[in-house]
């Protein structure tokens, strides 16, 4: 049952007074105008995205005026550490149980590029707003006696900044590429031959790097909006779907903020160029977190994708291969139907610009730790998307 708004507010005011750090409050969306009230409002999100119902947002020392101003009923949920003095130790550089520095992240991959020359290829696809370089690492197995590339997988990592464990999953997916070739594993017996992987470490250098030294809980790039207000949220800017209202805003200050046009930032647009000069991508997923999520097209429209028979059988075995590793349950579906309505994201423009198998697997957890998921947890949760992806693969084979 829906609660007077006064009630809400009354323990809005409570809460404020008693709150003098950061916060989570848990806010209620009955319909679509109140869920596009709270993308347009300045919070962050504590959420994967804003749904209908319930959507976690961070308050910061100050902001509770921002979120009286919502007029939606809240409950408050739990204290948050200060993302600005985020505690960075220097920990080791071993991928599967501590988080890296980009620096760090991409010195783990040019050790590999050193050690496999003929099965890693990087590419340089772009420049970011602050100088830094979007980058692409290619495995391909030349031990199959093809060296034509004939098809290409996707993995995408990092879009949003604060997700650390994506880019974590990336990397051992890359891993787990050359350590199956050189071990002669099953999962090389299933890989179609002239099929290269195409990883992005980070598709979002800046925002990563600045959650690394500013605020833990940045999501966006640091595109400068002007008016000391930054960023756009990559996984709102590509074309497909882009400008509608339905899971994006055209706030700068938003969270989910689209950005001036599909496009308009130099990390979606090095990724669109880059497509342009490889084979078509046959798969994509892309890597998120928290809420442990199965999820494919569409995602602008609850409309059914096409290919959705194929879509849900193969999501539905990579759900299962994921729970058979740790016993680990996501959720499958349609982005839409299953978690919520998202205008302009990239699995939505992979699949329509080449019929693409894609998805967005949401990585643990599901919101006891959310962004912060502790380092204890890196290697299972890249385990399970292992199991995921590899099953994504074996499905191509009878695709």
């Not at 347009?40 to 959507?55: A, K, Q, R, V, W």
């Not at 991959?109 to 340089?124: C, G, H, K, N, S």
């Not at 890597?287 to 602008?300: A, K, R, T």
């Not at 006891?368 to 995921?388: D, R």
């Amino acid at each position: 049952m829906r609660l007077p708004f006064v009630f809400a507010f009354v323990a809005l005011i409570a809460a404020a007074t008693a709150q003098t750090g950061w916060s989570r409050y848990r806010v209620y969306t009955y319909n679509e105008a109140e869920i596009q009230r709270l993308a347009n409002c300045p919070l962050e999100l504590f959420s994967d995205n804003i749904h209908l119902g319930e959507t976690d947002m961070i308050v910061a020392p100050g902001q509770f005026k921002d979120l009286a101003k919502l007029k939606l009923n809240i409950r408050w949920i739990s204290e948050l550490p200060d993302p600005r003095n985020w505690d960075q130790r220097p920990g080791s550089d071993d991928f599967h149980t501590n988080y890296l520095s980009y620096a760090n992240m991409i010195a783990q991959y040019e050790v590999w590029r050193a050690q496999y020359p003929d099965f890693l290829r990087r590419y340089a696809i772009g420049t970011t707003w602050n100088g830094n370089t979007v980058w692409v690492y290619r495995f391909f197995n030349n031990l199959t006696g093809d060296r034509l590339v004939r098809q290409s997988f996707l993995i995408t990592c990092g879009i949003h900044a604060r997700e650390w464990i994506s880019p974590a999953v990336g990397m051992h997916l890359m891993d787990k590429l050359l350590e199956s070739t050189f071990i002669r594993s099953g999962f090389t017996s299933t890989v179609p031959v002239g099929t290269a992987f195409y990883i992005v470490p980070s598709l979002n250098p800046d925002g990563y790097v600045y959650t690394w030294t500013n605020d833990r809980l940045w999501r966006k790039n640091r595109r400068n909006n002007g008016g000391g207000v930054y960023g756009v949220d990559l996984n709102r800017n590509f074309s497909m779907g882009w400008g509608l209202n339905s899971g994006s805003s055209g706030t700068p200050s938003s969270s989910t903020y689209r950005g001036p046009s599909a496009f308009s930032e130099p990390e979606t647009t090095a990724l669109r160029n880059f497509l342009d000069t490889i084979p078509p991508v046959a798969a994509h997923i892309d890597f998120h977190s928290y809420g442990q999520y199965v999820l494919w097209e569409w995602g602008f429209t609850t409309a059914l994708a096409p290919g959705d028979a194929w879509l849900r059988a193969t999501g539905l075995d990579m759900k299962q291969s994921i729970f058979d590793k740790h016993g680990m349950n996501y959720t499958a579906g349609p982005t839409s139907t299953t978690l919520y309505l998202v205008s302009g994201k990239g699995p939505d423009y992979t699949y329509n610009r080449s019929n693409s198998a894609s998805y967005t697997i949401e990585l643990r957890d599901t919101g006891q730790f959310g962004f912060l998921l502790p380092e204890s947890q890196i290697l299972a949760t890249q385990e399970e998307a292992w199991e995921g992806f590899a099953k994504l693969v074996q499905r191509m084979l009878f695709r």
